[in-house]
């Protein structure tokens, strides 16, 4: 099997993210309660700045659109934007964008002495063992998940 963690991006149809522009919101300064508002939680602390949150590695950051079920028990539901950042060495455990012989997926990224696979957080979904002569291309560590609830 190989492993490859460092390929070139295509260009069509991936974002990305090298010079964002801030974008400065302003942050409620208390906890927001899932249950009765308190009228003393009404004010505003520090701004927030949406890419310096979500961005580590400005240069190496792209963003791709999740599809399908088999992420949704680790918060990724289909239509979701993944921040990938391909600076971050993958490791056992971390969520990864990865090609298995050219067809791309997210998943968990899983080790144990020479066997290496890729697990979905449904179990739903089988494991994706990787055996001999199969191309495995780690792309990144997807670090956030952007999501909207309403268009």
Known sequence: MIIKTHIKLPTG??????????????VLGRLVRAGFPSPADDYVEDGLDLN?????????????RARGTSMEGAGIMS????VVDRAITAITGNIVVAAVDGELVV?????????VWLESAS?????????????????????GVV????R
């Open 13 to 26: 149809g991936i974002q990305i993210a090298e010079n964002p522009a801030p974008l400065v919101l302003p």
């Open 79 to 82: 239509g979701d934007i993944l």
């Open 107 to 115: 998943k968990r990224l899983m080790r144990q002495g020479n066997r």
């Open 52 to 64: 310096q949150l979500m961005i580590e590695h400005k240069a190496a950051t792209f963003f791709c």
């Open 123 to 143: 179990p739903n979904y089988a494991p994706i063992f990787l055996q001999e002569g199969q191309d495995l291309q780690v792309w990144g560590v997807v670090t």
């Open 147 to 150: 999501r909207r609830f309403r």
